[in-house]
C-alpha cells in the first residue's frame, strides 16, 4: 500500500477513533447545516439571474440532496470504530426522529388532501 495513501486511511481511522461522540454527532449535523447553507446561497444567487445558470441550480440540488448521505458516515463509524456506542445512539435517534417526522407528516399532511 503507498504511503500517502495509508497516512489518509490512519487519519481517517483516528477521526472516527479518537473522537467518536464528535464523528457520531457534531460533524453529521453541522455538514447538514452548512451542506443547506450552501446550497441556499447559491441557489439565491441562481435566483437572482432568473434561473438562467442551471449549472448553478444544479449544484445547490447536490450540496441540499447530499444531507441525506450522512448517515453512509455514521455506517462507516460503525464499522471502523472501535467504540461503537456513539454510532448505535446516532443511528437509533437519527432513525427515531425520522420516523417521527414521517409520522407527523402523515398526521397534519391528511388535512392538505384535495377531496
Known sequence: ????????????KNIYNNSPWHASFTYPILYIFIANI????IASISASGDFENTFL???ALIFMLSMYLTPIWVFIGLIVSKR???????????L????????FAQIFGANL???
Open 84 to 94: 461503537k456506542k456513539p454510532y448505535i445512539l446516532s443511528l437509533i435517534i437519527g
Open 38 to 41: 450552501l446550497g441556499g446561497i
Open 113 to 115: 388532501e384535495v377531496k
Open 96 to 103: 427515531g426522529l425520522l420516523s417521527i417526522l414521517l409520522l
Open 57 to 59: 441550480l444544479n449544484m
Open 1 to 12: 500500500m503507498n504511503v500517502s495513501k495509508r497516512n489518509i486511511w490512519t487519519s481517517i
